[in-house]
T-cell receptor, first 120, second 110 residues
Framework: DTGVSQDPRHKITKRGQNVTFRCDPI?????LYWYRQTLGQGPEFLTY????????KSRLLSDRFSAERPKGSFSTLEIQRTEQGDSAMYLC??????????????????FGPGTRLTVT | RKEVEQDPGPFNVPEGATVAFNCTYS??????FFWYRQDCRKEPKLLMS???SGNEDGRFTAQLNRASQYISLLIRDSKLSDSATYLC???????????FGTGTRLKVLA
């Protein structure tokens, strides 16, 4: 399967614990996004990487959240000191943008299956 | 005003019916528009991009109205398998952010 993959698919954790999720984008895609989705809502943008550079973060993202994409391939999203309000589906998406073409928001994204986080 | 607004539905239609959804966006500088489909507890899947001239893919037609700042999705000859939530997506101008609507739920009834 050459689509976007995410691991784990489900995570149950106790409040206060740290969790880390992994996303492997489509191999030739240089752009990677993280979103959070709660029931009855659309995905909410969290952060964006172009290759290994984190170019944008949502202002809503608390400092308990951090993301990395160290070699421009897979990415990790870590949540420290989890709270019950962090319970959601965390989605990763990737897209391809031509090198040197820096047009905002022009590219179609492909989503992974998501990691469902439950904080008890 | 929300950046992207959709009627949450549900829209309950019989098989074979034609159904249309609208989505309004607040920032006139937005340039990229998409429709995604999301099945229950699954990830969103790209349905189609929306171009200025409108575009059609089989039974699906998407239109953009810049003057009134909305996009539309028309589904003809609805199938049971079209039952899903349809998400409208708009880019945030001057950012890399994509803004999703809350989605419109469609139920096609036998």
């Amino acid at each position: 399967d050459t689509g976007v993959s995410q691991d784990p698919r489900h995570k149950i954790t106790k409040r206060g614990q740290n969790v880390t999720f992994r996303c492997d984008p489509i191999s030739e895609h240089n752009r990677l996004y993280w979103y959070r989705q709660t029931l009855g809502q659309g995905p909410e943008f969290l952060t964006y990487f172009q290759n290994e550079a984190q170019l944008e973060k949502s202002r809503l993202l608390s400092d308990r959240f951090s993301a990395e994409r160290p070699k421009g391939s897979f990415s990790t999203l870590e949540i420290q000191r989890t709270e019950q309000g962090d319970s959601a589906m965390y989605l990763c998406a990737s897209s391809f943008g031509l090198p040197g073409q820096d047009v905002f928001g022009s590219y179609e994204q492909y989503f992974g299956p998501g990691t469902r986080l439950t904080v008890t | 005003r929300k950046e992207v607004e959709q009627d949450p539905g549900p829209f309950n239609v019989p098989e074979g019916a034609t159904v249309a959804f609208n989505c309004t966006y607040s920032n006139s500088a937005s340039q990229s528009f998409f429709w995604y489909r999301q099945d229950c507890r699954k990830e969103p899947k790209l349905l189609m991009s929306v171009y200025s001239s409108g575009n059609e893919d089989g039974r699906f037609t998407a239109q953009l109205n810049r003057a009134s700042q909305y996009i539309s999705l028309l589904i003809r000859d609805s199938k049971l398998s079209d039952s899903a939530t349809y998400l409208c997506v708009v880019n945030g101008p001057g950012t890399y952010k994509y803004i999703f609507g809350t989605g419109t739920r469609l139920k096609v009834l036998a």
